[in-house]
């Protein structure tokens, strides 16, 4: 009986051990909110000519009823993004116009990035 119950909990082990390291390799995967940081935003001394050129494309603005701040999500209809063009630093993000203000907005998550003043 003693024998049968050590295999039984042998077994047992070795049937839950899988288990217990498939728990153990969880992968986090961090939003670029957090990852990217500034470097991957235009630089400062490039926003007054990024400004001019969104004023010169005449981009239309979208309004929306959200706060118009970094970590905001904007909708997933209404609203067209834009590519940075390279002269005003290399970035994943796209522009737009929302509420009168341009943004940068990560296009996978449609988080704004930056709020361009």
Known sequence: MRKS??????????M???????AQST???EDSATVGGPSMM??????????QYVVQESVPSYAVDE??????VLPDV???YYDVPQQYGATPYR????????????????RIMQVVE
Not at 42 to 51: G, N
Request: aromatic letters at 6%; glycine letters at 6%.
């Open 78 to 80: 209404g609203v067209t």
């Open 42 to 51: 235009i630089p400062s001394d490039q926003l007054p000519r990024f400004r």
């Open 67 to 72: 706060p118009i701040a970094v970590g905001t």
């Open 27 to 29: 992968i986090v995967v």
């Open 16 to 22: 839950t051990a899988p288990l217990a390291a498939n």
């Open 95 to 110: 522009y737009t116009v929302v509420n009168d203000r341009t943004v940068l907005v990560n296009p996978r998550t449609r």
């Open 5 to 14: 119950f050590v295999v039984l909990a042998a077994l047992a082990g070795a």
